[in-house]
């Protein structure tokens, strides 16, 4: 089959229903981009290859069988900085640096901290406890990335009853994740 062809979600879909030759073209396509990020932010080589490793590990353990609401980019990439995040951590040799401006894509020696899937599912539980007109105007502002603008004119309210769900769900996820899941929460 011609995977170089193929998109990423397509390769992802199909490394899940046993394609292997898919996960080498998204390893080919990441794995330079993702050291870079990371080097960008551990400044150590070593430790910046271990961490792409790590990630790109994650994704191979998973079969393709981790749910994918976005796209696999995006993805990858918040699996990278989680893993940062965890070596930084786990380093100690800086308390918290920022990592918002990586825009790819980790998860080994992250388990040590956050497990990733686990994340996800509280994530995901936090917000189906939502009310359900809340529910709806925070997943079409952060999953289908609509503005409040456009999210009124679909469901024919004002802009300020959006922002007011907005607000009402960010509130009830910041306290329903804790502070730390929270902010890992907003740079997905």
Not at 55 to 65: C, E, F, P, Y
Not at 145 to 158: K, Y
Request: charged residues 25%; glycine residues 4%.
């Amino acid at each position: 089959m011609a995977y170089g062809k193929l998109s990423d979600d397509e390769l992802y879909s199909l490394f899940g229903q046993g394609e292997d030759g898919a996960f080498d073209v998204l390893y080919q396509r990441y794995w330079k981009r993702l050291l870079y990020k990371a080097l960008l932010k551990l400044q150590v080589e070593a430790d910046a290859e271990e961490v792409v490793q790590d990630t790109l590990l994650a994704i191979w353990k998973s079969k393709g069988q981790l749910p994918i609401r976005n796209s696999f980019a995006a993805y990858i990439g918040a699996m990278l900085r989680y893993q940062i995040m965890g070596r930084l951590a786990a380093n100690k040799k800086h308390a918290f640096l920022p990592v918002d401006d990586l825009s790819e894509p980790s998860d080994h020696s992250m388990q040590q901290w956050l497990d990733f899937a686990d994340l996800q599912t509280e994530i995901e539980t936090a917000i189906r406890e939502l009310p359900e007109k809340c529910q709806l105007v925070f997943r079409m502002s952060r999953e289908d990335g609509l503005n409040d603008r456009q999210i009124a004119e679909h469901l024919h309210v004002s802009q300020k009853t959006v922002e007011a769900h907005i607000t009402k769900a960010l509130k009830r996820l910041r306290i329903k994740l804790g502070k730390l899941s929270f902010l890992i929460f907003l740079f997905h």
